[in-house]
């Protein structure tokens, strides 16, 4: 099914964004609309796009989720740094 990724980006959302609640609506053209969940009431935080918009903007909201870097992996960057310069 098309919406599976915009499923998943919306969930990926969700589980950063403590505290709030969002959903998104598909359109009859197959056009897909980011709404946020206040108080039992959904509001438009998008206008309806493409699959392919819709996808990165879910993917550029709410907080950022921290990378892990493991020592050998800080180690190995440390030597790009050096060797670049």
Known sequence: MRSTRATAALAR?????EGH????AVTGSGLF?????????D???SAALALDEFVPLVDSMGPKKEVRITK????????LVRKGG
Do not use: C, D, V
């Not at 609640?21 to 998104?24: A, G, I, L, S, V």
């Not at 609309?33 to 009431?41: A, H, S």
């Open 33 to 41: 609309i980011l709404r946020e969940r206040l108080g039992g009431e």
């Open 13 to 17: 959302l969700n589980a950063r964004s």
């Open 72 to 79: 050998s992996e800080a180690a190995f960057m440390k030597q």
């Open 43 to 45: 509001r438009p935080l």
């Open 21 to 24: 609640h969002y959903t998104m």
